[in-house]
């Protein structure tokens, strides 16, 4: 009985130790919807070129609370026809980069600000680091993905379902890069 008693007490250091991550609040901090080319895009074929962005950002708050924003902007593009009999074209020697971009218009724009105030207790600042940049983003996501696919269908255009997002991974690469950013500086 009283290993059990022990062995309970070495469990409770360790998670102690890895510290704890507690989700306090999750909210909505900004959103923005556009549709420029409203109501012409609605009588355009429905073939984006669409560009993400996304960005987090962790603020400290009084007593081991941290204010995390995930940041995800939507920007969708649509290709117009060319111009037709009557229009006018491109004239003879014009940048044809230029020419491409009055053909592209925007159809769509989403900002999706998404926040949560976390309680982060017991960890490093190694630990803390990756918490805030991956834990509580992937925390955030899916309330991102679903806002965003939302307002698309409320905007009465085809729904955007972001594909799942590996903060690991964009983190590790982060890190990879500051530290060779620093290797080549010293």
Known sequence: MADNAAGSSAGQ??????G???????????????????PE???????????????????PMPNSRFE?????????TLETPAAGAGEAATPAGADEGAAA???????????????????VEGMDE????????????????????????NLAVRGTLPPFMLTPVDFAAHYAEAMRRRSEEAQRLN
């Not at 250091?13 to 890895?18: F, G, I």
């Not at 955030?140 to 806002?147: C, K, S």
């Open 13 to 18: 250091d360790t998670a102690r130790s890895a």
């Open 20 to 38: 704890r991550v507690h989700v306090e609040r999750i909210y909505l901090k900004d959103l923005s919807f556009e549709s420029p080319m409203a």
């Open 41 to 59: 895009v609605f009588g355009v074929p429905w073939r984006p070129t669409v560009q993400l962005d996304l960005n987090t950002a962790a603020k």
């Open 68 to 76: 995390v924003v995930l940041t995800v902007t939507l920007r969708a």
């Open 101 to 119: 971009e009055k053909n592209e218009r925007v159809g769509l724009i989403i900002e999706v600000q998404q926040a949560g105030v976390f309680l």
């Open 126 to 149: 190694g630990a803390l680091r990756h918490v805030l940049a991956v834990a509580c983003p992937d925390i955030l996501f899916p309330y991102v993905r679903e806002a965003v696919d």
